[in-house]
């Protein structure tokens, strides 16, 4: 008998995924999460309740076998992403960090865990403050290539995922409540300190 071949991530899948990401970032999601007494409390409470939504709804569209389980690849990521930036958005309420939340700190808390090397210069620590850089447009489009990299490795791996169905649906949520609880711990460490931003870099690019 033949072996299933495993279908392999290409550029437009991948375009998709940043074009969907790119949208994400213009559009930093509001919160009506208020300042709180405990916000590290709070925060993690957050990051508990965004996890489990995340494990679920990612479990759910891993379900489908082969082909069809496939398909759900995308939608599963950008699910995720939107769950994981309403919770970045949420933690900062709780802090009462909301005024300072932008791109470029949504984006290090959603790939910092994953992609360190891509967006390790985003936010710098000096002391007890977080300093947070804004790259010139030609770093901006190398961050995306980099991070582009990370999210093929991501399609790779939902694409075995898909092909057993049940245990990979476990595995794919499970995954998606570790990930989750990674942006979660990043976003509660950027916002429990001061934030200062930088102005824009210039010519400056990441180092490699």
Known sequence: MARATLPSPDERPIRKLLDALERLLSEIPKTEEPTSHSPEERAREIARNAAIKAAMVSGGLALPPGPFGYATIIPDLVGIWRIQARMVAD??????????????????????????????????????????????????????????????????????????????????????????????????????????????????????
């Open 91 to 208: 933690i900062a309420g709780a802090f009462g960090k909301t005024a300072y939340l932008n791109r470029e700190q949504m984006l290090y808390c959603l790939f910092r865990h994953a992609a360190a090397q891509a967006v390790r210069d985003l936010v710098v620590r000096v002391g007890e403050r977080m300093l947070i850089r804004r790259p010139a447009l030609r770093v901006a489009q190398q961050l995306s290539r980099r991070i582009g990299v990370r999210i093929t490795q991501r399609l790779a791996g939902g694409a075995v995922a898909r092909w057993l169905p049940i245990v990979g649906a476990l595995g794919v949520g499970a995954y998606a409540y570790y990930d989750t609880g990674q942006v979660a711990h990043t976003a509660i460490e950027l916002f429990r300190r001061e934030i200062e931003l930088e102005a824009h870099r210039g010519d400056d690019e990441l180092r490699d």
